[in-house]
């Protein structure tokens, strides 16, 4: 029978990333609604790994036996601003507030700052809980710099503002397969597919 992935998230988005990065593997990825289970938990860790692995235990702790669950943290650290947002990414400036009313907040509280100061990263931590209870942390980090307005119109919060010298372009320019090639949640994802191989 295939092995069981269950991810501790509701977001379509990072659903539809994960099942393409695992996807080459022989093991189904469910959500955790899929797999019947709804946790509410407070995100109250201090690192992304802390985090993740508060959604990844809660879930396990419902999921079935021989399951293995995952649950990531992401965030955008802006140097200037002293990494902030970064683990308060999706709370910044209050959790239903606009993208587009967050982005151009941080366009601002940057005017007049260089671009050789506008550094920035985004940050993913995925956390595994396996069958038995054995735990795994990977992160991934995609380097960038803040742009001076918005642009693109693919991915989602911040990627509009979130400049790849290397590529020229916001992540938000970039298709699904381009930002998954380069981004925080691809390498974390791609690094807990091979510590996953080399443990299951
Ligand atoms: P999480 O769902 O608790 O991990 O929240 C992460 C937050 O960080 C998101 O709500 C976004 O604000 C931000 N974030 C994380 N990854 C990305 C990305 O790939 N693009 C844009 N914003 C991101």
Known sequence: MKRRIVFATGNTDKLREIREILGETDWTV???????????????????EEN?????????????????????????????????????????????????????????????????????????AIAAVLPGGKELTCRGVIEGRIGYEERGSGGFGYDPIFQVPELGKSTAELNEEEKNAVSHRGKALRAMREKLKEVL
Not at 34 to 42: F, N
Request: proline fraction near 2%; aromatic fraction near 6%.
């Open 30 to 48: 469910l959500s955790i609604k899929d797999a019947g289970i709804r946790i509410d938990v407070e995100e109250n860790g201090s690192t992304y």
């Open 52 to 124: 993740a692995l508060i959604k990844a235990r809660a879930a396990a702790a419902l999921a079935q036996a021989d399951d293995i669950v995952l649950a990531d943290d992401s965030g955008l650290e802006i140097d200037y601003l002293n990494r902030e947002p970064g683990i308060y990414s999706a709370r910044y400036l209050g959790e239903d507030t606009s993208y587009r009313i967050k982005n151009q907040n941080l366009i601002d509280r940057l005017q007049g700052v260089p671009d050789e100061k506008r550094t920035a990263r985004f940050v993913c």
